[in-house]
């Protein structure tokens, strides 16, 4: 394990401890009214198991640092299956929350299997992708197959229904369609094709309302918010305004927010960067950005840098799901597109999103100690 620290990246690492501290804290402060007035619980409930949930992710995270990405080829292939079951499970087995099926209540934890199919549709792409570089077999059919899959686990997420999901699964795709290395003629047209076809999917998501159910039709309307504020469709982005109103550029003081007091419904989960903001004001908001700005050069400069295909494609897809996270839920927190229910890494409260987070970030480490070995046995070899 220190061996593989040495090899790690050091900034990367630093981040994800403090957006880790932070982010419980964060938590604890957002959720304390919360547990006490709604669930009638002592004010650290939230935040207890927040902490379980840190360590469970961490002693996670610390097996993936230790297993090679080679191994990645036998368990992709299983991982994708159990993931598009457990999805088509949900309609069965899953209780209906808040008029979706997306958590399998396990008594002690809840799962939420859309979470893990984000980082299991990375590793999948990663490893058939690169093996089909390795045997040069360009054909279309065989670089669409893969992402067949990633169709099936769309539609099983879109129908739950959870747009917000479905929306960052397809966009890891695509993205990573878009970066593909390879020159073969047929695919660029392809992948012309692709986009053409992706931006009409979203026309259809967003303009057609035939396809989505009244909950998330209702999401659309989500320009000027607080003329819409008895409306459940402008109540909660309209709080958050009042929330980054109230902090000003300096903030009212860590733990000091108002706007947690029951107005801003679950403000400890999507909506947390408001209160944030209440309680730490505009600046520190804004240093929380650059920080994520750093974490997101880090990852891509470690994609850019690996010495296999696959490993660039897992740091690269890495990149997008937390790059598609921020963009999504800051510009819906902002009213700038409608509210899909996507939470900010490490800031939300959320134990399968957390773990995920972890677990692609210590791949994408483990994808930096391979490419140090590498590089060392090059040099060696000279």
């Not at 893990?116 to 990663?126: D, G, N, Q, W």
């Not at 007091?261 to 929380?288: C, H, K, N, Q, R």
């Amino acid at each position: 394990m220190k061996a593989n620290f040495k090899k790690m990246d050091k900034i990367l690492l630093f981040l994800m401890i403090a957006f880790t501290i932070f982010g419980a804290v964060m938590i604890f402060s957002a959720s304390s009214i919360t547990a006490v007035l709604y669930n009638r619980r002592e004010e650290y409930y939230f935040f207890t198991k927040h902490l379980y949930i840190i360590a469970a992710s961490w002693i996670f995270g610390l097996i993936v640092l230790n297993i090679p990405l080679k191994r990645y080829k036998f368990l992709a292939p299983l991982g994708i299956i159990t993931i598009i079951l457990l999805l088509f499970g949900l309609f069965i087995y899953a209780p209906l929350t808040h008029s979706v099926r997306s958590w399998y209540d396990l008594g002690f934890f809840s799962l939420q299997p859309s979470e893990f199919a984000k980082s299991i549709v990375i590793v999948y792409l990663a490893v058939a992708l690169d093996k089909i570089h390795r045997k040069k077999d360009y054909k279309i059919n065989k670089v669409v197959a893969p992402f067949v899959f990633v169709l099936i686990i769309f539609g099983l997420t879109f129908a739950q229904p959870d747009m917000g999901t479905a929306v960052i699964i397809v966009g890891i795709a695509v993205f990573i369609f878009m970066a593909l290395p390879f020159k073969d003629r047929d695919i660029k047209n392809l992948k012309l094709l692709g986009t053409g076809m992706v931006l009409l999917g979203i026309l259809i998501i967003l303009f057609g309302s035939n396809v989505l159910t009244s909950e998330q039709a209702s999401r659309l309307y989500f320009r000027k918010p607080c003329t819409r504020y008895l409306d459940k469709t402008g109540y909660q982005v309209c709080n958050g305004f009042i929330a980054i109103s109230n902090g000003g550029l300096t903030g009212k003081g860590l733990g000091d927010s108002t706007q947690k007091f029951m107005y801003l419904p679950e403000a400890y989960t999507d909506f947390v960067f408001p209160i944030i903001i209440e309680e730490i004001g505009a600046i520190g908001g804004l240093f929380i950005i650059f920080l994520y700005g750093v974490m997101l050069y880090r990852i891509l400069k470690i994609s850019l840098n690996a010495s296999t295909l696959s490993g660039s494609i897992m740091a690269f897809g890495t990149f997008i799901f937390l790059l598609l996270h921020l963009l999504i839920n800051f510009l819906g927190v902002l009213a700038l597109i409608p509210l899909t229910g996507v939470p900010i890494p490490f800031l939300s409260y959320g134990g399968s999103f957390f773990i995920n987070v972890i677990f692609v970030l210590c791949l994408t480490q483990r994808v930096q100690i391979e490419s140090y070995d590498a590089k060392k046995a090059k040099i060696l070899r000279a």
